[in-house]
């Protein structure tokens, strides 16, 4: 069993374009086989370069082998919380449902509609143990509501935030048809991805305080006036996504050691399972 020495409260998934944290001074790197198996590749531990200690993990692993619905999510929401992990800041390319979000535009959704088709592992509970969260809201708002009132200026000219949208979760691996996008649309979603399905159900799961950070990277294929989403298009924005990714933590991460010593920060999310499981110990 690999293991550090570091503790780490903060962690930080990178999805597609993100695969690394260039300016960040690498302190360790574990890859800890949980019981779950091993995570997508190898947990970077490091410090900003304001000096503020993260865990690094790219979701898809760092050559990006793992398709979206062959991701160990389970294993790397186990070995981040064996870091000691609380907070999870989930960045990921999203393709665009509203014309006011537009490509480089950066999102903090608050709710998720899923449409996977239901065969990715998506519950630490099984096999005799049954467990319901509660995932009415399924990101963390204080989380959100901090990195808002910390970023507004963060990113690059002619990049903006959103907040409180609707992300649809597909399974893919293609993207959708055109019926679909619209389909989407009719149903209020703002945004859509891959993978917060079931990230975030782990994370809550795991009492975790879980954000995804979206960047926008396309207009999906409902747009008339614009190509639909292609692989290229998504890696073309993702260069100045992963630019605005990096700022942004210059002014997050700071804010969020502040609001970690203050312990009403997390009370909605650390001991929000005690009352989870159903099944009757024996
Ligand atoms: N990730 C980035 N763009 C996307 C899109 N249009 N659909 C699904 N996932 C995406």
């Not at 209020?188 to 809550?204: F, G, H, Q, T, Y």
């Not at 992963?242 to 991460?253: E, V, W």
Request: with cysteine; charged share 20%.
């Amino acid at each position: 069993m690999a293991s550090t020495t570091h503790t780490v409260k903060i962690a930080i998934i990178g999805g597609s374009g993100l695969y690394s944290l260039d300016g960040f001074q690498q302190l360790d790197t574990i890859r800890p086989q949980t019981p779950w198996g091993l995570p997508s590749d190898n947990i970077i531990i490091s410090l900003s370069p304001e000096g503020h200690k993260i865990a690094f993990l790219a979701r898809h692993g760092s050559g990006h082998q793992f398709n979206p619905s062959e991701i160990p999510v389970r294993a790397n929401i186990a070995a981040l919380k064996s870091l000691g992990v609380e907070v999870i800041l989930a960045f990921s390319a999203v393709g665009s449902l509203r014309e006011e979000i537009r490509p480089a535009d950066f999102v903090l959704p608050s709710q998720i509609i899923d449409r996977t088709k239901g065969f990715r592992e998506n519950t630490f509970f099984e096999k005799g143990v049954t467990a319901h969260a509660g995932f009415a809201d399924p990101f963390h708002s204080k989380l959100a509501d901090l990195i808002y009132a910390h970023t507004k200026e963060a990113l690059t000219e002619g990049s903006s935030w959103h907040k409180n949208k609707t992300l649809v979760c597909m399974e893919g691996p293609a993207f959708s048809t055109r019926a679909e996008s619209h389909l989407y649309r009719s149903w209020n979603c703002d945004i859509i991805n891959m993978s917060v399905i079931p990230e975030a159900k782990l994370a809550r799961e795991a009492e975790i305080a879980y954000q995804m950070i979206c960047m926008s990277t396309d207009y999906d294929c409902w747009h008339e006036s614009e190509e639909p989403v292609s692989v290229q298009a998504v890696m073309a924005t993702m260069a100045q996504n992963s630019t605005n990714a990096k700022k942004a933590l210059s002014f997050i991460l700071p804010a969020i050691e502040e609001a970690l010593k203050e312990a009403s920060f997390l009370e909605d999310i650390k001991g929000s399972m005690k009352f989870s499981i159903i099944t009757r110990p024996t």
